[in-house]
């Protein structure tokens, strides 16, 4: 872990509600409030999670925007700003930055991927035109590409970017990552599965799709690991990972959509081409946040 992480903990990939108007920002400002009083360390606004891929350019800008102004500082908010068209990733990023952000999450290019070299020259070119430090995402399964250990090694040396978000689930690449970028990079799990192994191997902590619908559990998962109780943040991780499963039966986000749906902070609405979760599927993950007392 460096010595001064983006965050430490848990940050959520916060959901956008949505309805067939476009963003719910009433919703979405009490849900902001919501997860900062229940202590969760930061918030990722437009990722994978708030479907950024189908917000329109002004409703990700905006979005961004609401979200900087309605959480006043209280804990770091980080952008996703990531595309396949770095020119656009630079604007995005380029926004972010004046509107307040703390920090940028950017993902590797999807469809049009990229070399190594082609990954090392535009996180280079985005970090170059930020004013905050990036966190960079990656995501094989969904971007169809992989940054290697030597490229974040590589990377690791602009001043700029400072953490990684990974997801690639493949551990023993994230063990090879964290040997060679020692305490230059912060690493946070990408996976809700693999928070304690990442935070194991020097973490500092998880952008995590859990903590929409547990967000001081999550956040506890982690303190009570740094806090030198592994026994209890492992008894976490173990215990939440039926839910967890559950939260990834179908594509990220249909299924949190509908937790959160069922606890009322949105409606199950989400864009094509994501559709509404399967009937069995849902019963299944109902009983599950049942069990934890979350309806």
Avoid at 71 to 84: D, E, F, K, L, Q
Avoid at 262 to 285: D, I, Q, S, V, Y
Wanted: with cysteine; glycine share 8%; net charge negative.
């Amino acid at each position: 872990m460096t010595a001064n992480p983006i965050f430490r903990g848990a940050a959520t990939a916060l959901i956008t509600p949505l309805n067939a108007g476009g963003v719910d920002y009433d919703r979405f400002g009490k849900l902001i409030d919501w997860q900062i009083a229940e202590g969760i360390d930061a918030l990722v606004i437009a990722g994978t999670t708030g479907e950024g891929s189908t917000l329109t350019d002004e409703e990700h800008r905006e979005v961004l925007r609401f979200a900087v102004e309605r959480a006043a500082h209280r804990v770091p908010i980080i952008a996703g700003t990531g595309s396949n068209d770095t020119d656009y990733a630079i604007s995005l990023t380029r926004f972010a930055c004046d509107v307040g952000a703390d920090a940028m999450l950017v993902v590797t290019p999807y469809y049009n991927k990229a070399t190594q070299k082609g990954l090392v020259r535009m996180y280079t070119a985005i970090a170059d035109a930020s004013t905050k430090p990036l966190i960079l995402y990656n995501v094989p399964s969904r971007t169809g590409v992989g940054i290697e250990p030597a490229t974040y090694a590589a990377l690791a040396e602009h001043p700029m970017i400072r953490a990684i978000k990974e997801a690639n689930g493949n551990i023993s690449k994230i063990v090879e990552t964290a040997a060679l970028v020692g305490d230059k990079l912060d690493i946070y799990s990408g996976n809700d599965d693999q928070v304690v192994p990442i935070l194991a191997l020097g973490g500092a902590g998880v952008i995590s799709v859990l903590s929409n619908v547990m967000p001081k559990a999550t956040s506890e998962m982690c303190h009570s690991w740094f806090r030198g109780d592994i026994a209890a943040s492992r008894r976490m991780q173990l215990d939440y990972l039926p839910l967890i499963n559950a939260l990834f039966c179908e594509v990220n986000p249909i299924p949190v959509k509908a937790a959160m749906a069922a606890m009322g902070w949105c409606e199950n609405f989400l864009r094509l081409p994501l559709t509404e979760m399967e009937e069995a599927h849902a019963e299944k993950l109902y009983a599950l946040m049942r069990q934890h007392g979350l309806i």
